[in-house]
């Protein structure tokens, strides 16, 4: 298992260096009036929450494969409800920048969300194949 998590930590991390990097230079160049300084925070959260619920992923598929599916829909819920929460009390806070704040965000989700699905899948095919 520790080798797995180290090799996602790994990858997520080029990976979130890479949307760093392109989103440092979309707001450094033709999106200046949009930049927000939440955004490298909400990266960030992104990151964490993407290791924590890979962590957990992990010792679920140590221990009982047939549960997987279920205990990764109920962590994927559960992960769903805190990045509503997040979201939505930043547009309480600053409404003036919600459209930007929410773009962003969903766009945070989607490109985490397709790295998380992909790992889950070499994760169930190696537990499979061992």
Known sequence: MEKSFSKFIKGLTV???VILFVGALCFLTFLRQYFLIILPFVLLFYYASTLILHHFMLLISKKDISKF????????????FVYIIFGVLYIIIDE??????LIVYLILYVAYAVYEVKSVM????DSKSN
């Open 122 to 125: 070499n994760l169930i095919n």
């Open 96 to 101: 003036e920048n919600a459209v930007i704040f």
């Open 69 to 80: 599916s279920f205990k990764f829909m109920m962590l994927s819920l559960i992960k769903m």
């Open 15 to 17: 990976y979130t260096l």
